[in-house]
Nanobody, 135 residues
């Protein structure tokens, strides 16, 4: 039984930083992907960062250069370091894990070549931690 538990959310001012943690029990880091998603009420859940077993990390354009995903296999923990936070980063943040080798896809969307992480590819989810950024 895989169990993911997030922590580290909170309220910060614009420009501030937070570091989210996700402890994974019952999950093997030898294969598969882990990712962070976020969701604002009334909108679809959005993948923001992913990492594979080799440590290759990828980000969606809205957080690239500001967020860093990492994993500590010895501690069974996934992290999301969030810097230069903006009010539009306010959301519930979820940790997710899946068995696939491809963590996300690059595709042209509205003429822009960008990275997308699909929630349907991930079958284990945490309960979420709230991040609120004030202007």
């Amino acid at each position: 039984q895989v169990h993911l538990v997030e922590s580290g959310g909170g309220s910060v001012q614009s420009g501030g930083s937070l570091k989210l943690s996700c402890v994974a029990s019952g999950y093997t880091h030898s294969r598969g992907c882990m990712a962070w998603f976020r969701q604002v009420p009334g909108t679809e859940r959005e993948g923001v960062a992913s990492i594979d077993t080799a440590g290759r990390d990828k980000y969606v354009d809205s957080v690239k250069g500001r967020f860093t995903i990492s994993r500590d296999k010895a501690k069974n923990t996934l992290y999301l370091q969030m810097n230069s936070l903006k009010p539009e980063d306010t959301a519930m943040y979820y940790c997710a894990a899946g068995p696939q080798d491809i963590c996300g896809v690059f595709a042209y969307t509205s003429g822009v070549f960008s990275y997308t992480i699909k929630q349907d590819d991930y079958n284990y989810w945490g309960q979420g931690t709230q991040v609120s950024v004030s202007s």
